[in-house]
């Protein structure tokens, strides 16, 4: 992994106060919810407004008019993770005034929006939720998101040249993938920022050479003494301390997709982050998210680890290192919850669901796909056939 965090804090880290500014936040949500859903309707023509990638704006599906998101000012609030470990009421909200949520009976997403948009599949598994939405309970506010960028159109193109583009995919499937409804969905990630203080203790190796006699026969047959070079390597036990300053460590809330493949989506230009407004919702799905706040620290800390490992095979120095232990305290803490969107659809093919989402900031595509056994059949007998050859004509000789 490229060296992403910065090894001093910025000035200064955050407080683990519970007075961490939420203006941000709270400046968003509150106005919505005292104007209602009548925020989104068409001043022309009463319809629905709904975010629209293309222009950044609230855009009637019907005449066309739009409407700008007004900018609240605010910047997206780091908050004290101590301070939401046990979250108060005051801390957590609805995604939107009239937002309602539906639990998919096929895989369990909890699945977030608002009206005129309704249930219909889950955008996961494609199952049609047949479960009536209920009033949304409270969650931990987002502080932050980044708003559709790419277009449904635009995503669909994606797919298609991604489909075009696979290797050792069966021919057939260009042509007989049925890609099901797409859907945007924001999904839930945390971010978490920590000053890290490591102590480690371990064994520097340091190579030094030894002159070795040795005896060989030689092209008269003859024995011959020569000595060479043998490396070895000497252990020196050693301890120390290195700290590190973390920075937006991402990690994915939901567990309806892999893992791999949503960490292949990386990356998001977090800088280009927004503080959350239910606008951003209108016509538009948010995932409730999965993991715990805690849960997403402890994954966190596992992203954290590896650079820690890291700074500390160079604090050590030498030719080679051992570590034994190292024990990390974390201080600062402080996380967001942000909502990122992507596209999500599924593509049928022999009457199997391979799962496709898209990075709608992006365009990046990830996704299952079939592979065909008789092309990676050829390709291996191919290679076999080439190895072969090469070794008729070159192995021979010895
Ligand atoms: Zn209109
Ligand atoms: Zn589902």
């Known amino acids: 992994m490229p060296n992403e965090y910065s090894a001093v804090p910025p000035l200064p880290p955050a407080q683990s106060g519970p007075a961490v500014g939420q203006s941000g936040m709270q400046s968003g949500a509150s106005p919505a919810s005292d104007t209602g859903p009548r925020r989104y309707r068409c001043p022309g023509c009463g319809a629905s407004l709904e975010y629209n990638p293309v222009g950044g704006v609230l855009k ?6 739009t409407e700008v998101i007004p ?3 605010a910047s997206v609030d780091e908050r004290s993770y101590e301070a939401y ?8 909200s609805l995604l939107a005034a009239n937002a309602l ?17 309704v249930a219909g599949r889950c955008p996961f598994c494609g199952v049609p939720i047949v479960a009536q939405p209920i009033t949304a309970d409270p969650l931990v506010t987002p502080s932050g998101v980044l708003p559709f960028h790419v277009s449904q159109q635009q995503a669909q193109t994606s797919i298609r040249t991604w489909i075009s583009r696979l290797w050792f995919a069966p021919n057939a499937l260009k042509e007989q993938a049925q890609p099901t409804a797409m859907q945007g969905v924001y999904l839930p990630f945390w971010t978490y920022d920590s000053q890290t203080t490591s102590f480690y203790r371990g064994e520097r ?10 005896t060989e026969t030689d092209s008269n047959g003859k024995q011959v003494t020569k000595t060479r070079q043998v490396q070895k390597t000497r252990w020196y036990p050693c301890s120390g301390r290195v700290a590190r300053w973390f920075d937006d460590v991402l990690i994915a809330a939901t567990t309806s997709l892999q893992r791999n493949r949503l960490d292949a989506l990386d990356p998001w230009d977090l800088p280009a982050l927004k503080p959350y407004t239910p606008e951003f919702l209108a016509g538009f799905k948010a995932q409730r998210y999965q993991v715990s706040l805690q849960d997403g620290f402890t994954l966190a800390k596992d992203v954290m680890g590896q ?8 604090d050590i120095g030498g030719d080679e290192q051992r570590i034994h232990d190292i ?3 974390y201080s600062g803490v402080s996380f967001k919850h942000i909502l990122l969107p992507v596209w999500l659809s599924a593509y049928r093919y022999q009457n199997k669901v391979f799962q496709v989402m898209v990075n709608a900031r992006t365009g990046e595509v990830q996704g299952d796909r079939p592979y065909s056994a008789w092309k990676i059949f050829f390709a291996v007998l191919l290679v076999a056939a080439v190895l072969f050859g090469l070794y008729l004509a070159f192995g021979q000789g010895h």
């Open 205 to 214: 190796g340091e190579h030094y050479y030894e002159t070795e006699t040795y």
């Open 85 to 92: 470990l046990q979250p108060s009421a005051a801390q957590m």
């Open 327 to 329: 024990q990390t305290s």
């Open 307 to 314: 650079q820690i490992r890291t700074d500390v095979t160079h």
């Open 71 to 73: 900018d609240s000012g």
């Open 60 to 65: 009637c599906p019907y005449c066309g008019r």
């Open 101 to 117: 949520e539906v639990t998919c009976q096929g895989c369990g997403a909890k699945t977030v929006f608002e009206p005129p948009e």
